[in-house]
Each structure stands twice: as structure tokens, then as C-alpha cells.
């Protein structure tokens, strides 16, 4: 069964930058076939990609969130990292981590698996 | 980025009756070189995150009660949630997977009438 778990700071201030892990069991990060992604979620609202790193290492971000965002891998712990800067208020969300299942080609992902999320607040 | 579109924003509906939400992309996810609808739905119920339900705007994840079936193609699609049950009570999200940045309808809750 697999499963993914984020972890990291809870609140964090304005202008710092937010640092999240998802640590995934049950497969392995890079054996290939699929690819880890970031989703967040506004209070009250609905869902945001945000990007995705591949077993590779190779990454895609959301161009909304271009120039802020960096994701990275460790394959010796078996889990990926998001890094986000520049934080404001608007920041304030659910981060989902998610393993993404290509459906055809590296820019088709659907989601099939998610860790519980961990709301992070800007303030 | 493919603005998507749900309808209703909310829904009651009586237990044992049928559901129907509409998902409408701002273009066309199908992909006229497979004949595929690049098209998924999940549910998010309170408290947990979002679980993939249908994929290809018709093909049920494995372990999805066959209640639950979707249909559409092009840039109108549609959830379909037969016999309603109490554990159907959630938020349903259509995404489009067509191009990124992958994007999600804002999102319909579905409630007991």
C-alpha cells in the first residue's frame, strides 16, 4: 500500500520560505513510472498544482508560482522536498504531496495516491 | 491554462437517487490522435485529501463502486453518481490533464437531500 506524508513547519512568517518533505512507503521515488507532485489547497477552496519532480530529478512548477518554487528529490530516504519563497498571506493553504501516474506522456498526470496534506499559515 | 468549470456549485440529492454534475473545459482535452479525454474526477470527503475516482472521463479506478460513472467528451463532461449513498456525501473535483498547468474545476458538494 503505499502511502506519503508531508511534514514541516506549520506557520510560517511573510517573506520567509516554506520548506515541506513528503515521505513516501510502499514504492520507491526512483524506480521509475511515476512522478511526485505538489498540490495545495486555500482554505475553504479548491485545488492548485503546484509542480512535479520526476524519478529522475527533473522538475516541472506550475508557471503561476515560476521563479518561487523548488522541488528536489532523495532517493536515499525515499522522499521529495518543496521549497516555496517569498511567502505571503495568500500562501496560506493545505500542501498536498501526491504521487502523479503519467497517462500518456510526461505532461499528462492524473493523482493517485495523497498524503494527508499539512496546512502551512503565512503570518 | 484550461479554465475548468463545474456545475452546480452544490447538490442535494435524496438517498437512493441520482447525482449529476457537469465539468466544462475553457477547451477541448480530447486528443484527437488516441480518441482519449484527457479528464479525471476524484471526491474529497471532510478532513481527507481528494481520491482519484475516474480517469480517461469514463474509466473507473480500480476499487471505484460502479455507481459512480462518467461520460462527455470534448469540453462537456458529466459525473454521474447512481443510487446515492451517505458515504457519497464529498467534494467532487473534475482536473484536466490535457496540458499543463494541470488544472481542477472549482469543486461540487454533493449533500443528502
Known amino acids: 500500500q503505499v502511502q506519503l506524508q508531508e511534514s514541516g513547519p506549520g506557520l510560517v512568517k511573510p517573506s520567509q520560505t516554506l520548506s515541506l518533505t513528503c515521505t513516501v512507503s510502499g514504492d520507491s521515488i526512483s524506480s521509475g513510472g511515476y512522478y511526485w507532485s505538489w498540490i495545495r489547497q486555500h482554505p475553504g477552496k479548491g485545488l492548485e498544482w503546484i509542480g512535479y519532480i520526476s524519478y529522475t530529478g527533473n522538475s516541472y512548477y506550475n508557471p503561476s508560482l515560476e521563479g518561487r518554487v523548488t522541488m528536489l528529490l532523495d532517493t536515499s530516504k525515499n522522499r521529495f522536498s518543496l521549497k516555496l519563497s517569498s511567502l505571503t498571506a495568500a500562501d496560506t493553504a493545505v500542501y498536498y504531496c501526491a504521487r502523479s501516474r503519467s497517462m500518456a506522456a510526461v505532461d499528462n498526470l492524473t493523482f493517485d495516491y495523497w498524503g494527508q496534506g499539512a496546512l502551512v499559515t503565512v503570518s | 491554462d484550461i479554465v475548468m468549470t463545474q456545475s452546480p456549485d452544490s447538490l442535494a440529492v435524496s438517498l437512493g437517487e441520482r447525482a449529476t454534475i457537469n465539468c466544462k473545459s475553457s477547451q477541448s482535452v480530447l486528443y484527437s490522435s488516441n480518441n482519449k479525454n484527457y479528464l479525471a474526477w476524484y471526491q474529497q470527503k471532510p478532513g481527507q485529501p481528494p481520491k482519484l475516482l475516474i480517469y480517461?472521463?469514463?474509466t473507473r479506478e480500480s476499487g471505484v463502486p460502479d455507481r459512480f460513472s462518467g461520460g462527455g467528451s470534448g469540453a462537456d463532461f458529466t459525473l454521474t453518481v447512481t443510487s446515492l449513498q451517505a458515504e457519497d456525501v464529498a467534494v467532487y473535483y473534475c482536473?484536466?490533464?490535457?496540458?499543463?498547468?494541470?488544472?481542477f474545476g472549482q469543486g461540487t458538494k454533493l449533500e443528502i437531500k
Open positions: 482536473q484536466q490533464y490535457y496540458s499543463t498547468p494541470y488544472t
Open positions: 480517461w472521463a469514463s
